[in-house]
């Protein structure tokens, strides 16, 4: 997967705004600290959570989210 289609896809999976960067590089690093951000976020709703299905729902996310940032963080290294 390509710098720009990852940048793509995860805005639209998380419906983060586009950053206006001039570089790839710039908008990944932007990218990464709103995806820690989101998690630090859904952790939080997670110890609040009661519902079995919203925890499940959660950490799922959560997953889906660690999976992504451990993506960006390898074509930053590319």
Do not use: N, W, Y
Not at 36 to 60: F, H, N, S, V, Y
């Amino acid at each position: 997967m390509g710098k720009r289609k990852f940048i793509e896809r995860v805005q639209e999976l998380f419906g983060l705004i586009e950053p206006e960067t001039s570089s790839k590089k710039e908008a990944i690093l932007d990218l990464l600290h709103k995806l820690k951000a989101k998690r630090a976020e859904l952790k939080i709703q997670l110890k609040l959570a009661k519902k079995p299905t919203e925890i499940e729902d959660l950490k799922e996310s959560i997953d889906v989210l660690k999976k992504q940032i451990k993506k960006g963080e390898k074509l930053l290294e590319t």
